[in-house]
Protein backbone atom coordinates (compact mmCIF):
# COMPACT_ATOMS: atom_id res chain seq x y z
CA UNK A 1 0.00 0.00 0.00
CA UNK A 2 2.81 2.07 0.75
CA UNK A 3 4.12 1.80 -2.31
CA UNK A 4 1.28 3.11 -4.35
CA UNK A 5 0.70 5.79 -2.34
CA UNK A 6 4.36 7.34 -2.94
CA UNK A 7 3.98 6.00 -6.45
CA UNK A 8 0.68 8.35 -6.68
CA UNK A 9 2.26 10.79 -5.41
CA UNK A 10 5.30 10.87 -7.53
CA UNK A 11 3.11 10.98 -10.55
CA UNK A 12 0.96 14.05 -8.85
CA UNK A 13 4.18 15.65 -8.79
CA UNK A 14 5.35 14.81 -12.02
CA UNK A 15 2.49 16.12 -13.80
CA UNK A 16 2.25 19.02 -11.55
CA UNK A 17 5.51 20.12 -12.89
CA UNK A 18 5.47 19.50 -16.24
CA UNK A 19 1.81 21.42 -16.42
CA UNK A 20 3.48 24.14 -14.74
CA UNK A 21 6.58 24.42 -17.22
CA UNK A 22 4.19 24.44 -20.20
CA UNK A 23 2.13 27.00 -18.66
CA UNK A 24 5.24 29.06 -18.26
CA UNK A 25 6.42 28.80 -22.06
CA UNK A 26 3.24 30.05 -23.61
CA UNK A 27 5.62 30.69 -26.48
CA UNK A 28 3.59 29.11 -29.54
CA UNK A 29 5.57 26.62 -31.77
CA UNK A 30 5.85 28.37 -35.26
CA UNK A 31 7.81 27.39 -38.04
CA UNK A 32 11.14 29.80 -38.28
CA UNK A 33 10.48 32.12 -41.32
CA UNK A 34 12.55 34.96 -40.07
CA UNK A 35 16.42 35.69 -39.65
CA UNK A 36 17.33 38.31 -37.06
CA UNK A 37 16.70 41.89 -38.24
CA UNK A 38 20.84 42.81 -37.85
CA UNK A 39 23.53 42.01 -39.78
CA UNK A 40 25.23 38.41 -39.38
CA UNK A 41 27.92 38.48 -36.77
CA UNK A 42 26.40 41.30 -34.80
CA UNK A 43 24.82 40.31 -31.34
CA UNK A 44 22.03 42.41 -29.33
CA UNK A 45 20.87 41.91 -26.29
CA UNK A 46 16.79 40.92 -26.13
CA UNK A 47 15.22 43.75 -23.90
CA UNK A 48 12.01 42.57 -23.95
CA UNK A 49 10.50 39.31 -25.20
CA UNK A 50 7.07 37.72 -25.93
CA UNK A 51 4.60 38.54 -23.15
CA UNK A 52 6.93 41.33 -21.90
CA UNK A 53 5.74 43.47 -18.71
CA UNK A 54 6.77 47.03 -19.90
CA UNK A 55 4.48 46.78 -23.26
CA UNK A 56 4.88 43.37 -24.58
CA UNK A 57 1.01 42.61 -23.78
CA UNK A 58 -2.53 42.65 -25.49
CA UNK A 59 -1.82 43.81 -29.41
CA UNK A 60 1.90 43.78 -29.01
CA UNK A 61 1.68 40.32 -27.16
CA UNK A 62 4.40 38.97 -29.71
CA UNK A 63 7.11 41.18 -29.89
CA UNK A 64 10.57 41.37 -29.63
CA UNK A 65 13.34 44.53 -28.66
CA UNK A 66 16.77 44.69 -29.01
CA UNK A 67 18.86 47.34 -26.91
CA UNK A 68 21.24 48.68 -29.55
CA UNK A 69 22.89 52.13 -30.16
CA UNK A 70 21.15 54.89 -32.26
CA UNK A 71 22.55 54.36 -35.48
CA UNK A 72 22.69 50.40 -35.43
CA UNK A 73 22.05 48.72 -39.33
CA UNK A 74 18.57 46.97 -39.03
CA UNK A 75 17.68 44.37 -41.89
CA UNK A 76 15.04 42.82 -43.40
CA UNK A 77 14.05 39.48 -41.22
CA UNK A 78 12.29 37.76 -44.55
CA UNK A 79 11.49 38.92 -48.19
CA UNK A 80 9.06 41.49 -48.66
CA UNK A 81 7.84 44.78 -50.12
CA UNK A 82 8.33 47.69 -48.18
CA UNK A 83 4.89 49.37 -47.63
CA UNK A 84 4.85 52.10 -45.37
CA UNK A 85 7.70 54.31 -43.62
CA UNK A 86 7.73 57.27 -41.23
CA UNK A 87 10.81 58.71 -40.20
CA UNK A 88 10.55 62.28 -39.21
CA UNK A 89 10.07 62.07 -35.72
CA UNK A 90 12.90 62.54 -33.54
CA UNK A 91 14.89 60.46 -30.90
CA UNK A 92 14.46 60.83 -27.02
CA UNK A 93 10.51 62.39 -27.86
CA UNK A 94 8.99 59.39 -25.83
CA UNK A 95 5.60 60.92 -27.19
CA UNK A 96 3.25 57.50 -27.88
CA UNK A 97 2.54 57.41 -31.42
CA UNK A 98 5.84 59.31 -32.69
CA UNK A 99 7.73 56.20 -33.85
CA UNK A 100 9.55 55.86 -36.66
CA UNK A 101 9.02 52.61 -38.84
CA UNK A 102 9.72 50.83 -41.65
CA UNK A 103 6.79 47.93 -42.50
CA UNK A 104 7.78 45.19 -44.87
CA UNK A 105 4.69 43.28 -46.29
CA UNK A 106 5.41 38.93 -47.17
CA UNK A 107 4.39 36.92 -49.94
CA UNK A 108 1.57 35.57 -47.12
CA UNK A 109 0.29 38.98 -46.33
CA UNK A 110 1.87 39.35 -42.91
CA UNK A 111 3.49 42.33 -41.86
CA UNK A 112 6.84 43.09 -40.05
CA UNK A 113 6.96 45.94 -38.34
CA UNK A 114 10.79 47.76 -37.82
CA UNK A 115 9.96 50.41 -35.20
CA UNK A 116 11.56 53.04 -33.09
CA UNK A 117 14.55 53.57 -36.17
CA UNK A 118 16.24 57.27 -35.74
CA UNK A 119 15.23 59.93 -37.21
CA UNK A 120 15.67 60.10 -41.40
CA UNK A 121 16.42 56.38 -40.56
CA UNK A 122 14.08 54.77 -43.32
CA UNK A 123 17.24 53.44 -45.83
CA UNK A 124 14.48 51.85 -48.59
CA UNK A 125 11.85 53.72 -49.94
CA UNK A 126 8.26 52.40 -50.71
CA UNK A 127 8.06 49.45 -53.22
CA UNK A 128 11.29 48.15 -53.08
CA UNK A 129 11.30 44.61 -52.85
CA UNK A 130 13.85 43.50 -49.77
CA UNK A 131 15.34 39.82 -49.28
CA UNK A 132 16.55 38.57 -45.58
CA UNK A 133 19.68 41.00 -44.56
CA UNK A 134 19.41 43.50 -46.86
CA UNK A 135 19.37 46.66 -45.28
CA UNK A 136 16.32 48.75 -44.54
CA UNK A 137 17.54 51.38 -41.66
CA UNK A 138 19.01 52.83 -38.85
CA UNK A 139 17.56 51.64 -35.15
CA UNK A 140 16.79 54.72 -32.75
CA UNK A 141 15.03 55.93 -29.93
CA UNK A 142 11.93 57.62 -31.41
CA UNK A 143 8.25 57.77 -30.15
CA UNK A 144 7.41 55.44 -26.74
CA UNK A 145 10.56 54.18 -26.09
CA UNK A 146 12.68 54.35 -22.75
CA UNK A 147 16.02 53.89 -24.52
CA UNK A 148 17.25 52.95 -27.93
CA UNK A 149 16.18 49.98 -29.08
CA UNK A 150 14.61 47.67 -32.22
CA UNK A 151 11.01 46.83 -31.93
CA UNK A 152 10.41 43.85 -34.47
CA UNK A 153 7.17 42.81 -34.37
CA UNK A 154 4.94 40.70 -37.17
CA UNK A 155 1.22 41.45 -37.85
CA UNK A 156 -1.47 39.84 -40.34
CA UNK A 157 -2.96 43.25 -40.53
CA UNK A 158 -1.69 47.11 -41.49
CA UNK A 159 -4.53 49.01 -40.41
CA UNK A 160 -2.44 50.93 -37.95
CA UNK A 161 -0.27 51.12 -34.59
CA UNK A 162 -2.58 48.35 -32.99
CA UNK A 163 -2.83 45.77 -35.13
CA UNK A 164 -2.30 42.75 -33.29
CA UNK A 165 0.76 40.84 -33.44
CA UNK A 166 1.27 37.34 -34.22
CA UNK A 167 4.00 34.42 -33.01
CA UNK A 168 7.26 34.35 -35.36
CA UNK A 169 10.49 32.80 -34.51
CA UNK A 170 14.31 33.66 -36.04
CA UNK A 171 16.01 30.40 -37.39
CA UNK A 172 19.75 32.26 -37.06
CA UNK A 173 20.54 32.42 -33.78
CA UNK A 174 21.20 29.96 -30.62
CA UNK A 175 18.19 27.50 -29.72
CA UNK A 176 15.73 29.90 -27.97
CA UNK A 177 12.68 26.94 -27.34
CA UNK A 178 10.79 29.42 -24.16
CA UNK A 179 10.91 32.52 -26.52
CA UNK A 180 13.97 35.35 -26.40
CA UNK A 181 14.84 35.75 -22.87
CA UNK A 182 15.48 39.41 -21.22
CA UNK A 183 19.33 40.10 -21.06
CA UNK A 184 20.11 37.12 -23.51
CA UNK A 185 22.60 38.67 -26.39
CA UNK A 186 21.38 37.10 -29.31
CA UNK A 187 24.31 36.45 -32.22
CA UNK A 188 23.10 36.47 -36.08
CA UNK A 189 24.56 33.28 -37.30
CA UNK A 190 24.89 33.03 -41.37
CA UNK A 191 21.47 31.92 -43.33
Do not use: W
Amino acid sequence: MKSIVAFSVICILFLSCKNQSSEVSDVPSVEAKYVLPYPVGREYTCSQGFNGQYSHYGSFRYAVDFAMPIGTLITAARSGRVVYIVESNSDNDRTEGHENVVIVMHDDTTYARYVHLTTNGALVAIGRTVAPGDTIGLSGNSGSSGAPHLHFDVTKTYTGRSDQTIPFDFKNTIPHPNGFEVGVAYKAFPF
